[in-house]
C-alpha cells in the first residue's frame, strides 16, 4: 500500500485514536528519559560523589561501546527470546549495571574494572531498547494500517526522533533543576546530602523510570501473539483483493 499523504488534523487524529502509537511513546519516553538524566548528571557524579573524572571517561567509554553492542547484537538476541524477554533484558540489565554504580560508590568509587563494568550493563540493555523500539513501531505501522487503513511510515518513525530530541532537553533541564535542589556548589566540596542527592538522580532516577517504561510495555502494549497474527492476516487479505482488483481491471 502506498503511503498516503497525512493533513496535521489527521496526524493529531492518528496520534490520539492510535492507542498502540500512544503506548509506544510512552515506553520510549521514559526509557530515554531515565538515560538522559543518567547522561546529564554523570560528570558531577564522578566528579563529586565518586570523586574521579577519570572514571567518568571510563564509564562514558564502555557505555558507548555497549550500546553499539546491544544494537547489533539485538536480531540474535531477538531469535532466541520473545519481545517481551527481549524488553525484560533491556530494562534488567541497566538496571543491575545502576546497582553496581551504587554499591562500587561507596566500596570502590575509582575502581576501573566495576565501573567500566557498570557503564556497559546501563548502555548494552539501551542499545537493546532501541532496537525493540524500532521493531515496536514497525508493528505499529502495521496496526495503523489495521485500523485506520494507511500506514503513515514516516509520521510513526519520525516520532522516535523527537522523542529522544525531546527527552534530551528535559533530562538536561531536570539536571539543572535536580543540581539546585541537592545544594550544589560548583567547584567545591559537596556536603553529604548533596552527594547523595546527585547519587538519587545518577542512580533511583534511572531506575524508576527504567521500571516503569517496562511496565507500560508490558501491560500496555498488545501487538503480539495471536492478536498481531490476525493483524497481519486481515492485511494479507487485503492486499490479496487489492491485487486481485488491479489484475481485473489492467
Known sequence: MKEEKTSFKKLLHIISKND???????????FNFA?????????YYFLYVAGSKSMFSIFTMFAGIAEISGLFLFPWIAKHLNRNQVYLLASLIPTIGLGLLFVIGYLAPTNFVL????????????GLQLGIVTVVLADVVDYGEYKFGTRNESVTFSIQTLLVKFTSAMGALLTGFALNATGYIPNAVQTASTQNGIRF???GVPIVF????????????KL???????IMNVLALRKEK??????NNS
Open 35 to 43: 538515560m538522559q538524566v543518567m547522561t546529564g548528571v554523570s560528570l
Open 201 to 203: 538522580v545518577m542512580i
Open 242 to 247: 487489492l491485487d486481485e482488483r488491479l489484475a
Open 20 to 30: 498502540q502509537l500512544l503506548v509506544a511513546i510512552a515506553v520510549i519516553l521514559t
Open 115 to 126: 565501573t567500566a563494568i557498570a557503564g556497559y550493563g546501563v548502555k548494552f540493555g539501551s
Open 210 to 221: 527504567v521500571a516503569l517504561s517496562f511496565m507500560i510495555y508490558k501491560t500496555k502494549f
Open 224 to 230: 503480539h501473539g495471536a492478536y498481531y497474527d490476525k
